[in-house]
């Protein structure tokens, strides 16, 4: 079955071609990286207009890339929630008439299954049972996945998601947006033994996370020199908040992966594609019997092959979406 | 030559088809914050009332706005899928155009009215019958309704939703008779307009086709008067 998966939660404008669930044909991805930079983040009546100007265009993309037309599609996905009300409708508005017009089947996608789909599309072998962290700049849960689309959700973030700190932090220090892969690059030249920030919640029994207090600390013990003018050890900073940052999600994602006995994790969403995060699950899992999955770096940012991947396995389901399909800002993973 | 279209600018889903200067269906349907959930199957339900499957419709008109800002990306967005979809020619029509063309007959000129939502400013355009259409005098105006005053110099019909209550607030010179109409843009209306330019070969390309805000967002005014000042 080829599916049209179409992603506008957020900031990307994304349309793919997957075939089965499990051959990307093609995955057009058009980033509104030149508006997040010149507004510091997400405007989202900003984006919800450029999504308007660039779906057509990016469905077209897709079927052009992959040699096909519409003709071809056999049913359409696309993220109906959660994100930004104004974005999600773009998305949902394109696949619904697509669907009217070449009467195919529709089905709403939850964004964050998206995400752990991805991990599916990089590794088709991926075995379950397994645990899943998935963490972006707007999402941060910790999953137990006894087999596909069946979720036990361990904790989740009680503020901040972790990319949300990352972001907050480079904003802080003045570099670019987003601040995932800056500090990331930044941090490979600092110590990151050189600050002792928190770990919050380290220790607790909960799977839940808080990162704001994380933040804050880093704005706390920085805010008096950098109003002074003082340069800043930035690569240092962003090395030593890094690391805090990977300890608890590697730390907390090893405890439940111990507690629910299983051999394999699944890291998915935007933080995945972390350089120090890989490099720290991967010596934690060593030894242990425990391998750690995580997705080729076109699929840990948000992008729509995930969507018709996740919405394929909801339709193997038996699951469908009607044309009243609508949006929701809020929504709990796994429901259809 | 049968067309379709589209208006869901104003917390309505407006769903008409004309065939040339006959109006087949001419639908509206309450939609005051489920303009997306409706839509298609408003458009369904019409073309099944006129009896006529989407093959047989030979372009489409959609209602660029101004009005809600959700509201025309929904119709732009489902008016360009549907094109797309069956290859039609596809026409991008003002709402505030769409409005003054039922009322060509009422007056030498025409106020179409659309609320922005702040007070009592509107986005407007004067329009004077010509042809089988209207035309747009002028510039697109956004502000008070009373600041139009000035620029009525015939006879007027004010048209849109609050059209009477707008009328009372302008304050036309001497001697100018001033009438209203309560409109909500009309899906016949839209269709009729893009029926004229598609009879003439004219068209808008559907992937290109993008809403008429006539406003910026206020992330966007904050930017560039910040600009502005930064020189």
Redesign the interface.
């Known amino acids: 079955m080829l599916v049209l998966g179409i992603e506008t939660s957020c900031d990307e404008t994304a349309a793919a071609l997957v075939a089965d669930g499990k051959t990307i044909l093609s995955s057009a991805i058009s980033t509104q990286l030149d508006l997040l930079k010149k507004y510091g983040g997400v405007v989202p009546e900003i984006a919800a207009r450029r999504h308007t100007e660039l779906i057509g265009y990016v469905i077209k993309e897709a079927l052009d890339t992959a040699g096909m037309t519409l003709d071809d599609v056999e049913a359409v996905a696309v993220t109906s929630r959660p994100g930004l009300v104004g974005c999600l409708m773009v998305g949902v508005a394109a696949a619904k008439t697509i669907s009217y017009v070449k009467n195919l089947p529709l089905i709403g996608v939850h964004h964050i299954e998206g995400h752990i789909f991805a991990n599916l599309l990089s590794h088709p072998a991926l075995p379950f049972p397994h645990v899943c962290l998935t963490v972006s700049g707007g999402h941060n849960m910790l999953l137990y996945v006894p087999e596909p689309c069946k979720y036990e959700v361990l904790g989740a973030t009680l503020d901040d998601a972790a990319g949300e700190a990352f972001d907050k932090v480079a904003k802080f220090l003045g570099l670019d947006f987003p601040g995932g892969p800056v500090i990331d690059k930044l941090s490979r030249q600092g110590n990151p033994k050189a600050f002792k920030f928190p770990r919050p919640m380290i220790g607790t029994k909960s799977f839940d996370f808080s990162f704001s207090g994380l933040k804050t600390a880093v704005v706390n013990m920085f805010k008096d020199p950098l109003a002074r003018g003082e340069t800043l050890p930035l690569a240092d900073i962003a090395a030593s908040f890094q690391e805090a940052v990977v300890d608890v999600l590697v730390a907390k994602t090893m405890r439940a992966a111990a507690e629910k006995d299983v051999a394999a994790i699944s890291v998915t969403g935007g933080v995945s594609a972390n350089s120090r995060l890989r490099q720290v699950f991967a010596a934690a899992s060593k030894n242990r019997g425990i391998e750690v999955f995580f997705p080729e770096l076109s699929l840990c940012t948000d992008n729509a092959a995930m969507i018709a991947a996740a919405g394929y396995a909801r339709m193997m389901l038996g699951e469908r979406s009607d044309l009243r399909l609508n949006v929701f800002p809020n929504a709990p993973l796994g429901l259809p | 030559m049968i067309v379709l279209g589209i208006d869901t600018s104003a917390y309505v889903n407006a769903v008409g088809i004309v065939d040339g200067s006959r109006v087949l269906a001419d639908d509206t349907y309450p939609a005051r914050t ?1 303009s ?6 408003n ?2 339900t019409t073309l099944k009332k006129t009896g006529l499957p ?1 093959v047989r419709i030979d372009g489409i008109g959609v209602g660029l706005g101004p009005g809600s ?2 509201g025309i ?2 119709g ?3 008016g ?3 094109v ?3 290859k039609k020619p596809v026409c991008g029509v003002p709402t505030l155009e769409a409005l003054a063309f039922p009322a060509r007959d009422e007056a030498p000129l025409i106020c179409s009215v659309i609320a922005v939502g702040v007070g009592d400013a509107v986005y407007a355009g004067l329009y004077s019958p010509e042809g089988d259409g209207v035309k747009r005098i002028g510039d697109y105006y956004i502000g008070e309704i009373k600041g139009l005053s000035a620029l009525i110099t015939k006879p007027v019909v004010v048209v849109g939703a609050e059209a009477e209550r707008y009328a009372r607030l302008l304050r036309p010179a001497p001697g100018m008779t001033l009438k209203a109409v309560e409109a909500l843009p009309s899906g016949a209306a839209v269709a009729a307009l893009a029926g004229v330019r598609l009879a003439r070969g004219d068209s808008d390309d ?6 008429l ?1 006539l406003k910026d ?4 005014v904050f ?1 560039n008067r910040y600009k502005k000042e930064q020189g």
């Open positions: 489920d997306l959930e409706q839509i298609v199957a458009i369904d989407l800002w959700t990306r929904v732009v967005t489902v360009k899928m549907l797309f979809g069956f559907a992937l290109s086709l993008a809403p805000y967002s206020t992330a966007r930017v």
